[in-house]
């Protein structure tokens, strides 16, 4: 079974920094793109950014320049840093993840829990 598991989101001033982390455990035998996405309530979902295994990168225009996507994977970790966030930035964030779980087995998306990031004007 597949998990990924979000971390670092919270409380920060307007034009500060956070860094969001997320880890993908249990049985994996290969991860392609990871990215992460945002969800105000009533909203529909949308994309923030994304990595491929080799690190290529593709963000939304209302985030370029000022965040940055990265991922280790040795680790199964994408990260996601924050910087000069705005009010509208402030949404729930997920990470999301296109995994194979075992050479047997398909590719399917996998989705962590949210993270709760809240921007103060």
């Known amino acids: 079974q597949v998990q990924l598991v979000e971390s670092g989101g919270g409380l920060v001033q307007a034009g500060g920094s956070l860094r969001l982390s997320c880890a993908a455990s249990?049985?994996?035998?290969?991860?392609?793109?990871m990215g992460w996405y945002r969800q105000a309530p009533g909203n529909k979902r949308e994309l923030v950014a994304t990595?491929?295994?080799?690190?290529?990168?593709n963000y939304a225009d209302s985030v370029k320049g000022r965040f940055t996507i990265s991922r280790d994977n040795a680790k199964n970790t994408v990260y996601l840093q924050m910087s000069s966030l705005k009010a509208e930035d402030t949404d729930v964030y997920y990470c999301?993840?296109?995994?194979?779980?075992?050479?047997?087995?398909?590719?399917?998306?996998?989705w962590g829990q949210g993270t709760q990031v809240t921007v103060s004007s």
């Open positions: 999301n993840a296109r995994i194979q779980p075992s050479i047997r087995t398909g590719v399917y998306d996998y």
């Open positions: 249990g049985s994996i035998f290969s991860i392609y793109a």
């Open positions: 990595i491929t295994s080799d690190g290529s990168t």
